[in-house]
């Protein structure tokens, strides 16, 4: 048998047992995935290829990561070209002739130094710099895979170096074009040191040849066991990225459309599923997370491993003790992890793979709800709304209390034509902050003053629904959206005004699957329509220097950044961004029911964290907020850092009426 037929045959038995083993290993997971709730993720073709093409050939969520998204391009297009070399190598074995030609040749063996500087730097990254966000990741298996890599890569040099010098006496080809500037290079080392007229090019060959060809078929066999699963799995969970609105837990296009309860694993959709093996272990989840960075027990990443590992051990036989009373929430993942969660989305949006940890992470606290595992607080929330229609659990008459001393009459839109319905949500109508009061009032003020045709709904409006949803009480949620929907359809109104980021969200998102079809406005736009079209006009430009947060469920869930800046530069500020802003902008700790839970455990809230960040900035003298919850969290962070005399947190609408009437004499700027 020749050295030509040897490889041949050695490489289809490889490739055989690879694949084979390969499937064999992806099987259970498949099948896990077809067993899952079923998802729509085929609308939008054109959008989730193009998207597909942008992240993953274009890396754009992993370039926001300087160092590790290069590290990781080195590598990735690495394998692009990789596939070039298979081709090459195993045309050799078929037809010595055979080439990719000179030009690609020299491509292939580019990208081998900048693969294995990848490596280089992978390694400094990891034993070096060693950041935070790899704690709880496999590093043994991540060193594993990089020494693999670096194994093919150097594979290639020696077959190719040993491949001129077989040509001849085992092909008898006395010469061709060789473009492998590398392998030119080693093979005229074998030359000078005689090992061209020996046996060790035929053996150095195959050696060569067995660690690109063999270790590319080993790692075939040792991704379904390793987290370069996604390796597989990453560009199908890109693809079928959720692209409804990011803030609508649920896909209009699923035939349930709604949320449901995950006690076990068959609860979970096939995207869930899948999203659960995508894991790549990079951490950046966890890097992003402020429950994680309050210390508290989630971490976004340990979170989907742990619920993986526990899936795997399913799949294996261990059916984890499992009877009817049994559920994931509690026993995979503890109550506390998944009650520490703000649903800020911070996760989402740093994931390179797109994994949804929200919606996985409500449908388990859906769970707890059901067997009654929540704290008091978030029990007594509950309650409220179920009896009062209101997280404060006040009797619901007394919502339109705080309008009787507002400077604006408002009109009401159950009885008569108006042209914006201000929807103004349980903390706005209920809470006794008064900066929350002082923020309503000058809201208020700002639509006088812009002569805005604006009615309420009264004590007919209750609870948009949000926190309740995103606690797990699905079923409060969805009997809360029924009382807004059938006071919305009898209401007489164009569009709608928010000024809670919240009831914003359910609003323009959460409520569309029954059919409300008015558009939804936060104030924040609203503000920039009335500057646009003249109907409000800056009279005594501030001329302060401040610094503005994002609220996550109109910025990162909605996409809301630039309006109130664009609101702010009108009114004459000097708007200078904290280093975490728009979609990277640190959540003040309340959303997702947590403003309605203990803190116990908590090292350092949130919104402390977030004003400790804005105090950096160098003539930054106001905190500027444009939702109620986080008028409450940061006047209650300045007040326990005792900075009152450093900032001061002022709500949008309160600049907005300081520049647009010269005469009102507001605390806000004094």
């Known amino acids: 048998m020749?050295?030509?037929?040897?490889?041949?045959?050695?490489?289809?038995?490889?490739?055989?047992?690879?694949?084979?083993?390969?499937?064999?290993?992806?099987?259970?997971?498949?099948?896990?995935?077809?067993?899952?709730?079923?998802?729509?993720?085929?609308?939008?073709?054109?959008?989730?290829?193009?998207?597909?093409?942008?992240?993953?050939f274009g890396h754009k969520r992993l370039l926001r990561n300087r160092l590790a998204g290069i590290i990781h391009l080195f590598i990735f297009s690495g394998f692009v070209i990789l596939m070039l070399d298979i081709i090459e190598a195993i045309g050799q074995v078929v037809s010595p002739t055979f080439s990719v030609g000179?030009?690609?040749?020299?491509?292939?063996?580019?990208?081998v130094l900048l693969v294995l500087t990848g490596v280089v730097l992978a390694i400094y990254q990891r034993r070096v710099i060693r950041p935070k966000r790899y704690e709880g990741s496999d590093e043994r298996d991540g060193e594993t895979i990089l020494g693999m890599i670096s194994a093919i890569m150097i594979g290639i040099v020696i077959h190719t170096s040993f491949f001129p010098l077989v040509a001849d006496s085992l092909y008898g080809i006395d010469e061709m074009k060789d473009g492998h500037f590398l392998g030119v290079m080693l093979s005229k080392v074998w030359i000078a040191i005689g090992l061209d007229q020996t046996i060790i090019p035929a053996i150095g060959y195959t050696i060569g040849y067995l660690m690109d060809i063999g270790i590319i078929f080993a790692f075939m066999m040792y991704l379904p066991t390793s987290k370069h699963l996604h390796v597989f799995f990453a560009v199908p969970a890109i693809f079928f990225r959720k692209m409804d609105p990011p803030g609508q837990l649920v896909s209009q296009d699923d035939s349930n459309q709604s949320l449901e309860e995950i006690?076990?694993?068959?609860?979970?959709?096939?995207?869930?599923?899948?999203?659960?093996?995508?894991?790549?272990?990079?951490?950046?989840?966890?890097?992003?997370?402020?429950a994680h960075a309050a210390g508290s027990p989630l971490s976004p990443k340990m979170l989907i491993l742990n619920l993986r590992d526990a899936h795997l051990e399913q799949l294996h036989g261990n059916k984890l003790a499992m009877n009817e009373d049994w559920a994931i929430a509690g026993n995979v993942i503890s109550a506390e992890t998944l009650w520490s969660c703000t649903t800020?989305?911070?996760?989402?949006?740093?994931?390179?793979?797109?994994?949804?940890?929200?919606?996985?992470?409500?449908?388990?606290?859906?769970?707890?709800?059901?067997?009654?595992?929540?704290?008091?607080?978030?029990?007594?929330?509950?309650?409220?709304l179920i009896d009062h229609g209101n997280v404060y659990g006040k009797d619901h008459k007394l919502r339109p209390a705080w309008a009787a001393s507002a400077d604006y009459r408002f009109k009401d839109a159950r009885n008569e034509k108006v042209d914006w319905l201000w929807f103004l949500g349980d903390v706005a109508s209920f809470e006794t902050d008064p900066g929350v009061l002082n923020s309503i009032h000058s809201v208020s003020s700002v639509l006088k003053k812009a002569d805005l045709n604006v009615g309420l709904l009264f004590d007919s409006e209750v609870s948009s629904g949000n926190d309740a949803l995103r606690m797990g009480e699905i079923g409060l949620f969805e009997q809360l959206e029924n009382q807004n929907m059938a006071s919305l359809k009898e209401a007489n109104f164009d569009r709608i005004l928010t000024t809670d980021p919240h009831s914003f969200n359910a609003l323009a998102n959460d409520y569309q699957k029954l059919g409300l079809d008015k558009p939804v406005y936060h104030y924040s736009q609203v503000f920039l329509e009335l500057f646009n079209e003249g109907r409000l006009s800056v009279e005594s430009p501030l001329g302060i220097r401040a610094t503005y947060h994002d609220p996550c469920y109109i910025g990162r869930w909605?996409?809301?950044?630039?309006?109130?800046?664009?609101?702010?530069?009108?009114?004459?500020?000097?708007?200078?961004?904290?280093?975490?802003?728009?979609?990277?902008?640190?959540?003040?700790?309340?959303?997702?029911?947590?403003?309605?839970?203990?803190?116990?455990?908590v090292q350092e809230r949130p919104s402390e964290s977030r004003i400790k960040e804005a105090l950096t900035l160098p003539g930054v003298t106001h905190f500027v907020v444009s939702c109620p919850k986080d008028m409450v969290m940061y006047t209650t962070a300045v007040a326990s850092l005792g900075v009152e005399d450093q900032i001061k947190v002022v709500d949008i609408s309160e600049l907005v009426l300081m520049a647009v009437n010269a005469n009102a004499l507001h605390a806000a700027v004094s």
């Open 344 to 384: 800020c989305g911070a996760c989402q949006e740093a994931c390179p793979v797109f994994i949804e940890h929200v919606p996985k992470i409500v449908g388990l606290r859906a769970s707890l709800v059901e067997n009654g595992l929540l704290e008091e607080r978030a029990q007594a929330t509950l309650e409220g």
């Open 263 to 290: 006690k076990t694993y068959e609860d979970f959709t096939w995207k869930d599923i899948l999203d659960l093996y995508t894991c790549t272990e990079c951490g950046r989840c966890q890097d992003v997370c402020p």
């Open 102 to 111: 000179v030009v690609l040749q020299a491509v292939i063996d580019l990208w």
């Open 2 to 56: 020749t050295l030509q037929q040897f490889l041949g045959l050695l490489t289809i038995l490889l490739a055989s047992f690879s694949i084979v083993l390969m499937l064999l290993r992806l099987k259970p997971i498949l099948l896990a995935m077809r067993r899952s709730r079923p998802t729509y993720r085929m609308d939008q073709i054109g959008k989730r290829l193009s998207s597909m093409v942008v992240q993953v």
């Open 558 to 601: 909605n996409g809301i950044f630039e309006q109130p800046r664009e609101v702010l530069n009108r009114c004459g500020v000097e708007v200078v961004d904290m280093p975490r802003n728009r979609g990277g902008s640190l959540c003040c700790g309340a959303g997702g029911g947590r403003m309605w839970m203990n803190e116990s455990g």
